[in-house]
């Protein structure tokens, strides 16, 4: 299956040296958020990463514009592929993320359920 980011760079060929910039930030932040590992400055990547790209913020929606990329439909499409699994945490990234006696979560998890 082809990943989301190499979906972005075939829909929109990058024409210019600053545009292709700002698609690299683009294209960091999924991979980040993409993480698999256990190295807890990364898991912090990945915990930002995934905030940054489904929060709507001004700076994404810039980053998103300046790259070319509607940011709407960066957001619903990272959102969709979450629901599906894609750019969670798995067990063993909590457990290296948190204390195991550690009650309160701040990391962002969709599901199925409605």
């Excluded at 807890?40 to 990547?45: A, E, F």
Aim: proline share 2%; with cysteine.
């Amino acid at each position: 299956m082809k990943s989301f980011v190499k979906t972005l760079q075939t829909l929109s060929p990058q024409k210019n040296s600053e545009t292709r910039l700002f698609a690299s930030i683009l294209y960091q932040a999924l991979e980040d958020a993409d993480y698999t590992g256990i190295d807890k400055k990364y898991l912090r990547y990945k915990q930002e990463a995934i905030e940054w790209l489904i929060r709507q913020s001004n700076d994404f929606c810039l980053i998103c514009e300046m790259a070319g990329y509607d940011p709407i439909f960066i957001i619903d499409k990272v959102k969709s592929q979450m629901m599906y699994g894609k750019y969670q945490f798995t067990q063993s990234q909590y457990d290296m993320l948190f204390d195991a006696n550690q009650t309160e979560r701040n990391i962002l998890k969709f599901t199925h359920d409605k």
